[in-house]
């Protein structure tokens, strides 16, 4: 992404005499997904996809393929369903009594929604790294052998060893931590504790990495780590993540996906998404309009 794009979406320009326009507002009629929401070489298919909460209905028919080694980000107003359909990628809907997925997710060409399909060993898979870090009460350590140790990923303390110390290299906290690992995990900085659960995350040796607004709570100079660490991570995994934040998208992603009341309106590669959209509604947003 060019400096002059990300010097344009650090000030979004509000057009409107009125002040900003609010989604009930705009009144613009919806049109089936515009851009590319399909892609060669998908490690993920999405097809037809609707949830529900009860009655209520959160996701529109999404159509939409997450390549392999690809950073995707969803951005979209508040609500508008991004952070829901991440949840359906790994089943994490599965864990609300009222919450209800239809249409067909799949992993590798394989429907993650069968019967004979595990979520926990799915959720090994494809892993989650949530807004707020949520460190185990355990030591450094601990946090990040726990999942090898449930899926029998190691076959001695040796093993276990270099896994946690590579886990945490990978996650740029092993320098940091290396003589502390019997330390409390809840003991470390917001940004520190955030990327031991990325190494947790990578332990378990996931394929897809999800990340529900990973730096929202975090410092500026947190943030930067993580988005440095993202950006390492690509090369191995392929990443979904949400994000608030449309110069933290500029930065980290290839293609990003925008959402509006639970529909997905345009897909794209991320420098034309945010220089060239062609929706009006991705437009309304990227400027400032509303959201």
Do not use: W
Not at 182 to 202: E, N, V
Not at 264 to 272: A, F, N, P, S
């Amino acid at each position: 992404m060019n400096e002059a794009v990300l010097n344009d979406l650090a000030e979004p320009k509000n057009t409107s005499q009125a002040g900003p326009e609010t989604e009930a507002s705009l009144n613009i009629e919806y049109t089936n997904t515009v851009g590319q929401p399909l892609c060669d070489e998908a490690k993920i298919q999405t097809r037809d996809v609707n949830v529900f909460y009860a009655e209520n209905q959160a996701i529109h028919n999404v159509n939409l393929d997450i390549g392999a080694h690809e950073v995707i980000a969803l951005i979209g107003p508040s609500g508008c369903g991004k952070s829901t359909y991440l949840r359906t990628l790994n089943r994490m809907n599965d864990t609300i009594d009222i919450c209800r997925v239809q249409g067909q997710i799949l992993l590798d060409g394989e429907d993650i929604y069968t019967k004979k399909q595990d979520p926990v060993l799915l959720r090994a898979r494809v892993g989650m790294v949530f807004q707020k870090p949520n460190p185990f009460p355990k030591s450094i350590y601990d946090n990040v052998a726990y999942g090898p140790r449930i899926h029998g990923l190691t076959r001695n303390k040796s093993e276990l060893d270099d896994l946690v110390e590579e886990s945490l290299t990978k996650a740029g906290l092993f320098q940091e931590v290396k003589d502390r690992l019997d330390a409390p995990g809840t003991g470390l900085s917001g940004g520190q504790q955030q990327r031991l659960c990325i190494a947790r995350t990578i332990a378990v040796q996931p394929e897809v990495i999800l990340m529900d607004e990973p730096a929202s709570a975090l410092d500026p100079i947190a943030t930067a780590k993580i988005e440095e660490l993202i950006n390492e991570l690509k090369q191995n995994f392929t990443i979904v993540i949400v994000t608030h934040s449309m110069q933290q998208a500029a930065r980290v992603s290839q293609r990003t996906a925008y959402f509006h009341m639970g529909r997905l309106i345009e897909v794209g590669e991320t420098d034309q998404i945010f220089t060239n959209p062609t929706h009006e509604l991705t437009e309304k947003y990227i400027t400032g309009r509303f959201g």
